[in-house]
């Protein structure tokens, strides 16, 4: 079983939620199978469950299993390596996957595009997915059922 580290940036999540057969859905269900495992920090996690609760049609209690106790990374970020990113609130994301030796996934054009000048390993969800299981097909599950009720509903 691969054990791939990885810190999921936000857009990843919300990604997911609009789009259940997107590479970003994939990526969150084959987390739940324990394929990869995500490393996440308290200041990772508010955000992400602050983005979620503010768009109405998502569902952040749907996605909150998939942040593991076991898989916090706890001690305090250095951010200084990274103010050459632009958004100051995806440099949490970059130092934590700095400091746990982590691929950092995100759908941020402007961070990726500074990949080559960040000490971090940066990929979108269908990069990250391709290299770790081959981009195999949609397979049912408990994240997938997760994605379709936290998705968006019409009429709401």
């Known amino acids: 079983m691969n054990q791939s580290r990885v810190v999921l940036d936000t857009n990843v999540f919300v990604a997911a939620a609009f789009e259940p057969?997107?590479?970003s859905?994939?990526?969150?269900e084959a987390l739940s199978q324990g394929r990869c495992r995500m490393v996440w920090h308290r200041v990772t996690r508010r955000e992400t469950e602050?983005?979620?609760?503010?768009?109405p049609p998502l569902d952040w209690q749907h996605f909150a299993p998939l942040f593991r106790p076991e898989w916090e990374y706890s001690a305090?970020?250095?951010?200084a390596p990274f103010?050459?990113?632009?958004d100051p609130d995806d440099r949490k994301f970059a130092a934590l996957a700095a400091a746990t030796q982590s691929v950092l996934v995100?759908?941020?054009?402007?961070?990726?595009?500074?990949?080559g000048e960040l000490p971090v390993r940066i990929l979108r969800s269908s990069e990250f997915l391709a290299e770790l299981i081959g981009g195999e097909?949609?397979?049912?599950?408990?994240?997938?059922?997760?994605?379709?009720?936290?998705?968006?509903?019409?009429g709401r």
Do not use: C, T
């Not at 602050?50 to 768009?55: A, Q, T």
């Not at 103010?83 to 632009?86: N, W």
């Open 21 to 23: 057969k997107s590479a």
């Open 25 to 28: 859905a994939r990526l969150l």
């Open 50 to 55: 602050e983005v979620l609760r503010r768009i």
């Open 76 to 79: 305090e970020l250095d951010l």
């Open 83 to 86: 103010r050459a990113i632009e």
């Open 106 to 115: 995100s759908q941020d054009d402007h961070l990726l595009a500074r990949r």
């Open 137 to 154: 097909a949609d397979a049912p599950g408990a994240a997938r059922d997760a994605i379709s009720r936290a998705r968006p509903r019409s």
